[in-house]
């Protein structure tokens, strides 16, 4: 029997914050928790950003996957509520496993599994470390999302590399950068180790760009590489970019037909040609 409306809206916001939002019911979302949230509660969990994302990364795999993900496994690295995973999940996918180091967000997403009104099923969701991955004995999955999650590890080529093995199609990564220095290198930082939007380790590294990160995909086995977007001012000193990685000659051809990102509406500046290495910071690598 589902359970009633108001039950669900009361539970939604027992379990903020919420940092994405995505429909628990044709009525219901986790919005909802914006609109009652409780007094306080930054004190406890720290700034947390509301996102709406999921037009952006269903074309991305339609763009990919025209037939859609026909039975396709996913694995997402950081999965928050999980929210990416059930969004593949209607484009078709089938096992869809998502870890998270924080149990707050993996309550979010087992919430979800259990009273979404859309297919769930071959869903599961583990508080787990990145760096502990190795020891659980996984096959690979065809597609790994690896979203916000760079930028909070100790040591992300490391982390890139786990999540390599993993993968056996397609990487989907988005990741915070610096943008006070050249695109190329990795900026060490540190962070709280509490609040619910950082990382548990407290030295973390940003990259300076989408070239830095390309060097480190091919590094570790992918093929082709292609930044779908740079936002080069999000905050002061600060940006972000979004690329796919693909182990799969000519999965990412579709993007070769669209127009480059800097020709969009509100995009930064035309980047510079390929470097001496060969790396593109504008179109497809490989």
Not at 137 to 159: A, C, K, R, S
Not at 215 to 227: N, S, Y
Not at 271 to 277: G, I, L, N, R
Request: charged share 25%.
């Amino acid at each position: 029997m589902a359970q009633p409306t108001a039950d669900l809206r009361e539970e939604i916001i027992r379990l903020g914050p919420w940092h994405i939002e995505i429909d628990v019911t044709p009525e219901l979302s986790t919005r909802v928790w914006l609109e009652a949230a409780p007094e306080g509660w930054e004190s406890s969990f720290g700034p947390v950003q509301f996102r709406t994302t999921k037009e952006s990364f269903q074309r991305r795999l339609r763009l990919l996957y025209p037939d859609g993900l026909e039975g396709r496994s996913v694995l997402d690295f950081g999965c928050n509520c999980g929210a990416f995973l059930f969004w593949a999940k209607e484009l078709g996918a089938g096992e869809c496993f998502g870890i998270d180091v924080r149990e707050h967000w993996i309550e979010q997403a087992r919430f979800l599994a259990a009273h979404r009104d859309a297919p769930t099923d071959e869903m599961r969701f583990e508080v787990a470390d990145l760096y502990d991955l190795p020891k659980m004995g996984l096959e690979p999955f065809d597609i790994v999302l690896f979203n916000g999650l760079f930028y909070h590890l100790p040591d992300p080529v490391t982390g890139v590399r786990i999540a390599a093995d993993l993968t056996r199609e397609l990487m989907d990564i988005e990741t915070a950068t610096r943008n006070d220095h050249p695109d190329g290198m990795l900026v060490a930082g540190l962070e709280s180790r509490e609040e619910a939007m950082s990382g548990v380790y407290g030295l973390h590294w940003l990259p300076t760009g989408p070239a830095v990160l390309a060097r480190i995909l091919r590094w570790a086995g992918f093929v082709e590489t292609h930044p779908i977007s740079w936002r080069q001012e999000v905050s002061p000193g600060m940006g972000r970019f979004q690329m796919i990685a693909s182990k799969k000659a000519g999965l990412l051809e579709p993007f070769d037909h669209m127009p480059p990102w800097w020709e969009r509406p509100g995009a930064p500046p035309r980047p510079e040609p390929p470097d001496k290495d060969g790396i593109t910071r504008a179109g497809r690598t490989g």
